[in-house]
């Protein structure tokens, strides 16, 4: 019989996040999403009967005070938050600068804190650690683009680091997702929509569900053998190295 496993979540209330918590709590996992507006995470744990803890995951402190109200045990983290920062104020190198910054900030700083903060609580053996990066870190996108190769960088010297212990880590990348809170800064009409299905091999945009599926199979126990990877999941926008 399938044992319940812990999982954590981050940015569990929206888009790919709920998608993936949806689905460990249906097969049976107790999941704790994160995020910061705690009306969109307790929404979503009251829909699967899940655990919400509203945190800032860019601030080291704020990290730190929730993670120490997390279990002692975790088994699956994922680490799905991440957004987009409004593009530089200006030319002025000033304003490029602090865009740059934020952007690392706001992919990386996430699930490198996150990480840091629970890894001596990740099962040894058997743990996972997935993180969502994007198909935008393989074909550039700027500093958002940047940030997220910074990602799949980093994935690799943690899956070095924890795969001794018997843990994976490995990155699930995105293509277009539709249905999401992402994309503030542009216009997704159906224009686009359709000109970003038409793009994929398999002619249509991604779903959230799309994303959580591989997520959940990268995150299962039958997939321990599997580290340090890239899962590309665009609908062969992107393919594979
Ligand atoms: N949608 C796409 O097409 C696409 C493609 C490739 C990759 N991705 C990646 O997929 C991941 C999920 O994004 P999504 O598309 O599902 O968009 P989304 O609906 O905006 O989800 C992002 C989630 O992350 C949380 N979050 C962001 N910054 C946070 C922070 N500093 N601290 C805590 N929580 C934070 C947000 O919640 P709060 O605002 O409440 O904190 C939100 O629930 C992101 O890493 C994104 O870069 C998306």
């Known amino acids: 019989m399938r044992t319940e496993r812990c999982v954590v979540v981050s940015g569990g209330g929206s888009g790919i996040g709920l998608a993936v918590a949806r689905r460990f709590a249906k097969s049976g996992d107790r999941v704790i999403v994160l995020g910061r507006r705690l009306d969109r995470i307790t929404a979503a744990a009251e829909e699967f009967g899940g655990t919400a803890l509203a945190v800032d995951l860019t601030d080291p402190q704020a990290v730190e005070d929730a993670c120490a109200r997390l279990p002692e045990h975790i088994d699956v983290l994922v680490n799905n938050a991440g957004e987009r920062v409004p593009p530089a104020a200006g030319p002025d190198l000033v304003d490029v600068a602090a865009h740059w910054r934020a952007q690392f900030d706001h992919v990386v700083l996430p699930a490198v804190l996150l990480t840091e903060a629970l890894l001596p609580r990740i099962a ?14 393989l074909r550039g996108n700027n500093a ?50 359709a000109r970003r299905a038409e793009a994929t091999l398999v002619k249509r945009v991604g779903r ?33 190295r």
């Not at 058997?126 to 994007?134: A, L, P, T």
């Not at 190769?149 to 843990?167: Q, S, Y």
């Not at 199979?217 to 665009?234: D, I, K, Q, R, T």
């Open 124 to 137: 040894r053996p058997g743990g996972r650690i997935v993180s969502i990066g994007s198909t935008a870190g």
């Open 208 to 240: 959230p569900e799309d994303i959580a599926a591989a997520v959940v199979f990268v995150a299962s126990p039958e997939a321990g053998y599997m580290s340090g990877e890239f899962v590309n999941v665009s609908g062969g926008h992107v393919l594979g």
């Open 144 to 193: 958002y683009g940047a940030a997220k190769a910074a990602v799949h960088a980093w994935n690799h010297t943690l899956a070095t680091r924890v795969g001794p212990d018997g843990i994976t880590a490995n990155v699930v990348i995105p293509g277009f997702v539709a249905d999401t809170g992402f994309r503030f800064d542009m216009t997704i009409d159906e224009a686009e929509h």
